[in-house]
């Protein structure tokens, strides 16, 4: 089995429009790599209005006479590349392209100025509204897969993993969340500047806003700060289904290694939500998804476990999600075994019968942009690393994959690369097996 994806071959001195991961072929740029961003935003919550630049710091990997950027819906004002202006700009639905008078050459660094303005909004496709999103009184930032170009210019592409600054002005009577830590906070004139920093490398459709007007609660300190953000009415339920968070946190420390980021929060919105959805460092959930009795702890355990498994260790092409989500919803399982609930072995007999009954047409190691989400990927994608755990015993299973999340700390992952690694602790040719059976195989195989 071949699990490498082969990559495009580019023009010689220009920037290609795209990474060439086939299940976003639109996003993603070629030719450079981004190193930080600093993203100034200017934002009236009553009327949606930014005004802001965002100053990118990247390097070229090819001789750059041209290069894009994944940016949607808001008005381009200037750009300026090393202080000076391009000999062009041209922005289309979904990409910001500029054509420099003077090339840059492979390996320098270069300086993005973009200033920008407009009402931002969600980018809309086949996964529904992504990225920049008004709630009833706040905005939420949810990017996964594309989103992240509706609210700055970036390189969108899960692969290319930097550094942020993110700084934003509001209305005062708002708090303001976003990756990282909070380095400064100013009011003044009726607005306050939130400036944060997250300094592990991110990939862009894990940036996020959230804006309320919420007040926080500080769950514990052990093993890291761990915080909840929320609107006050709903204090007394988010402190009793928030409680056991800090086991969470002890027990995947425990089993993956240190949890990967300086600290962690929860929001919890005033809005019902959909889904919860991850962002580095904190999760986001709706007034939904919690009841004062814990009704929620599967989707806590779910969202945490993408710290490790999505935020610190990302995967560069789309098609191997089921490293995010098959990690993540096995550690539902672990948690609830930690808890006193089924057992691994229970819960998984459990989902592969109801797996089993569903139609087996779907290959879970390249299910196609449609399926990325489908929840079959997320329960076989568990059983695929059950049945790794299985064959290795649970001393060697959580020994490699301590060892797994160490050495792709802050990095990027492969399917390869994952059965590359474990297959160095079992005998030869057997973790290939398995993950062929279990990733690359459209029929489900016996527990």
Known sequence: MEYLTPVPSRSPSYGSASLGDEYLPATGNGGYTVDHYDLN?????????LAATAVITARATMRLERFSLDFAGLTVERVTVDGERPRKTTHTNRKLTVTLDIAVEDGDEFEVAVHYRGAPRPIRGR????????????????????????????NDHPSDKATYRISLACESPYTVLANGELVSRTARSGRTTWVFDTVEPMA????????????????????????????PS????VAIDFERLGDMLSLF?????????????????????????????????GRNHIDGAHGSDRLIAHELAHQWFGNSLTITKWRDIWL???????????????????????????????????PQDLVVGDPGPAAMFDDRIYKRGALAVHAVRVQLGDRRFFEALRAFVAAHRH?????????????GYAAAGVIEQLVDRWVFSAPLPPL
């Open 234 to 237: 709903l204090a007394r339920v």
């Open 324 to 358: 995010h989500e098959g990690f993540a919803c096995y550690c539902e399982w672990l948690w609830a075994e930690e808890n006193g609930g089924p057992t691994i072995g229970t819960s998984a007999a459990e989902h592969h019968r109801v797996i089993d009954a569903l």
């Open 204 to 231: 862009s459709y894990l940036a996020t806003i959230q804006i309320g007007r919420y007040t926080s609660r500080q769950l514990g300190t052990e093993p890291v700060a761990h915080t909840a953000y929320f609107p």
């Open 127 to 154: 996964w529904g509204e992504l990225g920049w999103e008004e709630l009833t009184d706040g905005v939420l930032v949810a990017s996964q897969p594309n989103g992240a170009a509706s609210w700055f210019p970036c």
């Open 411 to 423: 990095a990027g992952v492969t399917t390869a690369g994952f059965v590359s690694f474990f297959a």
């Open 253 to 285: 420390s425990d089993r993956f290694g240190p949890y990967p980021f300086s600290s962690y929060s929860v929001v919890v919105t005033a809005d019902e939500l959909e889904i919860p959805l991850e962002a580095q460092g904190l999760a986001v959930f």
């Open 41 to 49: 935003l200017d934002y009236r919550v009553v009327t949606n209005r």
